[in-house]
């Protein structure tokens, strides 16, 4: 009952965290303290419903009744600014102390910007003050150039357009969602964006932004200028590690954590979501997610490794993103199969020595439910390709 639990870091992945730990019987206290006014919330509806104003709020984790009845304290608006792992206490900016015996980190990252004054009509998407501050700026008629072709960028194209803007995304790469996505599905998308009127211009960068009168005009690296009335950025994040860190923390590109989400230098505290960059014995490279289902999978394993509970099976990675009117879900890792399966217009299902190991899927939700009960379980290719058959019937 005595066992304090700080939380640093109050958005998706930290709520989560709080949340599994009295869902699992946690009865000491807990603390949650974020830099952001609001209550933690889920981030996927910012560059969509909340940026249209089709949602007024974001999804949160839950209402205010709810955290008092799981006896949560929610310090919010505050910035932590140092950890005492000798003496087990965490300072805020205001100078308050909080005590800990466990704490779990749950920082996330902060959007990456262009490398240039911040501008008020250039916008990144990060947060739900972001999305209302784009939104206030987005008139139907407007101009909209979106710098980063990943899905941050792509989602704010979509539904700027919906929006009534005219879109054009840049992106520095020799193709759209590079980082994540096989070209092929990528490629389902870029032509759904031609349909709806976005202009892609690829390994294209920007050299500079300028002010002119009610508007920008934005240079790029060939020479060429595109007019502006609003930018967005959506170029990645920065793990925010610099408090863990300056802790002695081990961090490389987040904080390493091992399969539990503890870091490697001390036993007391974990990582998590975004900022957590889990290491795996001898796997040669360390990896960090950031998905809507990370911060939930890697809230309930902390959570659990804390109560000195089993671990639970681990699912298969997925994701998802909604744009131009489709959806795409991912799951597994498409990128370790040697064999592609082919199954009608909008599955592709990923195959290595005959078990399958990854799955794209574009508005094929049930064969995508059936597809992440079936990783890692071997595959019947001839039956997996035929659309008409049922994909439960390709197990092997």
């Excluded at 639990?5 to 946690?26: N, Q, S």
């Excluded at 792992?85 to 910007?113: N, Q, W």
Aim: hydrophobic share 45%; proline share 5%; with cysteine.
């Amino acid at each position: 009952m005595d066992h304090r639990i700080v939380i640093v870091g109050a958005g998706h992945a930290g709520g989560a965290a709080a949340i599994a730990l009295r869902e699992l019987g946690f009865a000491g206290e807990i603390n949650l303290v974020g830099d952001e006014t609001h209550l933690p919330y889920e981030r996927p509806t910012l560059s969509k419903e909340l940026l249209s104003g089709a949602d007024s709020d974001p999804v949160h984790l839950a209402d205010a009744e709810r955290w008092k009845a799981l006896d949560v304290r929610l310090t919010l608006g505050s910035e932590v600014t140092g950890i005492d792992r000798e003496s087990r206490v965490v300072t805020l900016a205001d100078g308050a102390a909080l005590p800990f015996d466990t704490l779990i980190l749950a920082t996330g990252g902060r959007a990456r910007r262009l490398d240039m004054p911040d501008h008020p009509r250039i916008h990144v998407l990060r947060t739900v003050d972001d999305a209302r501050g784009l939104a206030a700026g987005a008139k139907p008629g407007a101009k909209a150039v979106i710098v980063g072709g990943g899905v941050i960028g792509l989602e704010a194209a979509s539904t700027l357009v919906g929006m009534g803007l005219s879109a054009t995304v840049l992106e520095a790469g020799d193709r759209l969602l590079g980082r994540n996505i096989p070209a092929e599905a990528a490629q389902w998308l870029a032509d759904a964006h031609a349909r709806i009127g976005v202009q892609v211009r690829l390994g294209r960068s920007v050299v500079s932004v300028m002010e002119t009168g009610e508007a920008l005009t934005v240079a790029l690296d060939d020479g060429s200028t595109l007019d502006a009335d609003l930018m967005v950025v959506g170029i990645g994040i920065v793990p925010c590690a610099e408090i863990a860190e300056t802790a002695g923390l081990p961090v490389a590109g987040g904080v390493l954590v091992d399969a539990n989400y503890r870091s490697l230098a001390d036993d007391r505290i974990f990582a998590i979501g975004d900022l957590a960059v889990r290491t795996f014995g001898d796997e040669p490279t360390p990896r960090r997610m950031e998905t809507w289902a990370h911060a939930q999978t890697s809230a309930r394993a902390a959570a659990l490794a804390i109560l000195s509970r089993p671990a639970e099976p681990e699912p298969a990675p997925w994701f998802w993103t909604a744009q131009c009117g489709h959806m795409l879900q991912i799951v597994g890792d498409p990128a370790a199969g040697n064999t592609v399966v082919t199954r009608g217009d909008g599955v592709r299902l990923y195959v290595r020595n005959d078990i399958l190991v990854g799955a794209v899927c574009l508005d094929q939700a049930r064969d995508f439910g059936t597809a992440k009960r079936m990783i890692g379980k071997p595959l019947k290719l001839d039956a997996a390709a035929d659309p008409s058959m049922d994909l439960r019937k390709a197990a092997a």
